[in-house]
């Protein structure tokens, strides 16, 4: 039997909210009387990733995508189903678990805005319980193979945006987790800034070999990135296989002489298509 690094049967997250009509009237109605939705951000699904594995996670916005991060970090519990992730069950936040695992979401900072990234490094390395020497050489070298070791003793909040994400990327692998979750990490930075953290996290996944679930609305960060595409649409993983795979049955479902869509394309199309059959 293999190593399994996530295991999902059934995993699903439901959200309940209510409708409530415009005007004054209607508000006070609303308090004793309300039409309740349930709204499934996250349909039953099973999953197994194996150690080592760059899983490229696609979908548009309220796919489904953050959902499935925060659930199997343990940020939120599942409304039904089951996950195990490294031996563990996530939501329960167990300190042996979340020493094993990293969550970067890429709008929003685990630093501290008026510090310097260095003494943020500091207050983790005490947090993780590190040796403090050797996670400030760690840090130092993570630094220094991203291009922003001359940004340490700077205060979070004077950095650029693509520097203030090197740091967050830098204090995500301080501890070496052997699970990190991604959730954007590109968004909105230049050109520059988004090769610079493709090359690095590139070259980081062939030395540490670490599992990675990453999210990005960039093809070319899942393209040169993950060796396993799971596509999500409307709460549910449309598709879940090999990158090459997944181009290779696009391909063949063009017509004999018409030109083959770029990644970015063959995905847009094929979860526009999921949209309208659903």
């Known amino acids: 039997m293999k190593d399994v690094v996530i295991k999902t049967r059934g995993l699903s997250r ?54 499935l991060l925060k659930l199997l970090s343990g940020l939120i519990h599942p409304t039904a189903g089951e996950a195990q992730v490294l031996g563990h069950q996530p939501w329960e936040r ?15 900072s685990q630093l501290w805005w008026d510090l310097p990234a260095s003494d943020s490094f500091t207050l983790l390395a005490d947090i993780y319980e590190l040796d403090f020497v050797e996670a400030k050489k760690r840090w130092e070298s993570l630094a220094k193979r991203l291009r922003c070791d ?14 203030r994400m090197k740091m967050e990327i830098i204090g995500s692998l301080l501890h070496e987790p052997q699970l990190l979750f991604l959730d ?18 590139s070259e980081y996944v062939k030395d540490a070999r670490p599992t990675i ?13 993950a060796d396993r595409l799971m596509l999500i649409s409307q709460g549910s993983i449309v598709f879940d296989g090999p990158v090459e795979s997944f181009m290779q049955s696009q391909a063949a479902k ?25």
């Open 14 to 67: 439901e959200y309940r909210t209510y409708k409530k009509p415009s005007g004054v009237m209607n508000s006070i109605k609303g308090l004793w009387k309300r039409q309740h939705l349930i709204r499934q951000a996250l349909k039953p699904c099973d999953i197994e990733i194996g150690p080592g594995e760059v899983i490229g996670l696609v979908g548009s916005n309220g796919a489904g995508k953050t959902t």
């Open 94 to 108: 167990k300190p042996e678990y979340l020493k094993r695992i990293s969550l970067l979401l890429g709008q929003k």
């Open 150 to 163: 001359g940004q340490l003793d700077i205060q979070l909040r004077r950095l650029s945006l693509g520097e």
């Open 184 to 201: 954007e990490p590109t968004i909105g930075l230049d050109v520059v800034a988004q090769e610079t953290i493709r090359e690095f996290l």
């Open 213 to 225: 679930i990453l999210t990005s609305h960039y093809m070319d960060d899942i393209f040169e990135l």
């Open 254 to 278: 063009k017509a004999q002489g018409e030109e083959v869509l770029d990644f970015e394309g063959v995905i847009r199309e094929f979860l526009e298509e999921e949209q309208i059959s659903r």
